[in-house]
């Protein structure tokens, strides 16, 4: 059975760049967000686990002392994020494996 090219859905593109039709800009974002900043604390979402409430009930002082941390940590991620969409191609390392290993996956007898 054979498959006729033309017939195949065409994928999304994974990697966001500059809009295709677009008009030409000397700085293309290489990182678009799909989503935009979480509206709601993260406390929404683990108080509906068991595994929180559980902490919660046995010892209310770590578990809030955890919420802080992981709040924090949600809000730096998304602040790294925002960051990376000024970021231009430039400062993106093309491959951020160490040189000896791009050279062992390269030539894996070169040892």
Do not use: C, K, N
């Not at 955890?66 to 602040?79: H, I, P, T, Y």
Request: glycine share 2%; hydrophobic share 35%; proline share 11%.
């Amino acid at each position: 059975m054979s498959v006729d090219r033309q017939d195949l859905t065409p994928l999304p593109d994974l990697l966001h760049d500059q809009p295709r039709g677009g008009p030409v800009r000397e700085h293309r974002p290489v990182f678009l967000l799909d989503s935009t900043r979480p509206r709601t604390p993260l406390a929404d979402h683990t108080d509906r686990e068991l595994r929180f409430r559980q902490l919660h009930r046995t010892d209310p002082v770590e578990a809030a002392r955890l919420a802080v941390l992981a709040q924090e940590a949600v809000d730096q991620r998304w602040q790294v994020y925002e960051e990376m969409t000024t970021r231009g191609p430039e400062r993106f390392p093309a491959d951020a494996r160490p040189v000896a290993a791009v050279r062992e996956i390269d030539d894996p007898d070169r040892r």
